[in-house]
């Protein structure tokens, strides 16, 4: 994986609806390692998945009834990412023909669900505070709020110990993200400009758990169109951790160096997926 064992455990985590990470779990999961841990079922993707044998990992478990099948988000690609890294195409122009560039309200509103799955959370807008597009949790509307802006690119470890650096210091405020975009003259370049969509980016950033709210795209005028206790940007030195922490050392350029430095390994990974490049 591009992201290292501790990484992924802290940022499973961070998601809003996830209870508990179990280290070390095994690749195929049997019954007594669900009861374990009191889960009724394992859940996973639309995609089959294979033990070294060949075998569904599943196969007890969908046997016995304990197997859930979830749709992967339709424009959301792990793959895909590795493969604009690869080549050096943030594929903007392309997603944008494609209609996959955006999120729909849809995805936008099953995003922005509480811990539970079903009740309201996260507040969505589109640019203004005047044009909501999911209708978050009356309860933490109330609330004061802190705004911190950035693009979130490669969406990590990093951007969510900053969230919730923020959060600890501001428990009793909203924390609403202002995601913006790169400037005209980056937004083909593949450290300038975002080499995930509006879509992979925004949904990442509702999936936190010290999310509140977020604005797509906001107008600069936004700044003073609610009194926020305070506004800030993402990366900003005050709520970076200490030296060793993943804030303070994993950064978006950091991810695509592990990449290109085992550039060969990630080239024959897609090539296998059907994924070219020249």
Not at 7 to 33: F, N, Q
Not at 148 to 171: C, R, S, T, W, Y
Not at 210 to 227: A, H, K, Q, W
Request: charged share 30%.
């Amino acid at each position: 994986p591009v992201m290292h064992t501790l990484e992924r455990y802290s940022h499973s985590e961070g998601l809003r609806w996830c209870t508990k990470v179990v280290e070390d779990a095994p690749y195929v999961t049997h019954p007594a390692w669900l009861d374990r841990y009191g889960c009724k079922y394992v859940v996973h993707g639309d995609d089959i998945t294979t033990d070294a044998n060949g075998d569904d990992c599943y196969q007890e478990m969908k046997d016995l009834g304990r197997f859930k099948v979830v749709k992967r988000t339709y424009g959301v690609s792990t793959t895909d990412i590795i493969q604009r890294i690869l080549t050096g195409k943030n594929h903007h122009e392309k997603h944008k023909q494609e209609d996959m560039y955006r999120p729909t309200v849809d995805e936008l509103t099953f995003y922005s669900r509480a811990e539970d799955g079903f009740s309201n959370h996260c507040f969505v807008w589109d640019k203004t505070f005047d044009n909501c597009l999911v209708e978050g949790s009356s309860i933490s509307n109330t609330k004061p709020a802190v705004l911190v802006l950035g693009e979130f690119d490669l969406f990590h470890m990093g951007h969510i110990e900053q969230l919730a650096n923020i959060h600890k210091l501001n428990p009793e405020c909203r924390i609403i993200v202002g995601l913006s975009e790169p400037k005209q003259e980056h937004k083909d370049s593949i450290d300038e400009g975002c080499i995930m969509t509006l879509k992979e980016r925004a949904l990442s950033i509702l999936s936190c758990r010290y999310v509140d709210g977020l604005i797509l795209t906001p107008f600069n005028s936004v700044e003073s169109s609610i009194d926020f206790k305070l506004i800030t940007h993402i990366d900003d030195p005050d709520f970076i951790s200490e030296k060793g922490s993943f804030s303070e050392y994993l950064t978006k350029k950091l991810i695509i160096s592990r990449i290109q430095e085992q550039r060969d390994l990630y080239v024959a990974r897609n090539k296998s997926k059907g994924m070219l490049i020249a």
